[in-house]
């Protein structure tokens, strides 16, 4: 039988799974995952694992630009200690979309800052810690598909974006 729910396609790090570069995962508070779970189908995936990335793994930070000019072939993924990594986050990037589509998911829920999944700023490339404005490139795939990308300290906007509208009496 088929869910009801809208489907939210979700980083898997949200949920706790040990996906992430440093071998741990993220695990939002119970009463979030609660309020997430009564409106949502979660759809939980992890692009860099999908684009075929270990874990634990180096990190990586986007050179030179944010996840759309990876897509437009202008800037690049680099590990920490300099490996290309270019294609998996963009193998990733692919399959994040695959999936949402697959799912009708018309939002996703991803990872703040992260060089695949940040949606508002990434790490700037200097490994120093430092933020600048962009998206990671499977964030920046969605968005340019027309879903809405939301992170982790958005979740009310997501809700509120979600509901439905309130019927107006006349
Ligand atoms: S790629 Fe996204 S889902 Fe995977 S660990 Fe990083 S932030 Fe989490």
Redesign the pocket.
Known sequence: MTSQKPALLI????LGQP???DGVG?AQPDHIMVRLLDVFELIP?????QGGLPTPRPPAEIQHGDGRAVLAGSAWVKAEQGEDVTRAFLQ?ARQALETALAHDCRHAL??AH?P??GNRHIYDGSFGKHLRPGSGV?AALLEQNGICVWNETEIEQLLLASSPPLKRDN
């Open positions: 980083s898997a790090c949200l996906v992430r570069y993220k995936l992890c692009p860099e694992i990733g991803l990872k992260s695949s999944c499977a």
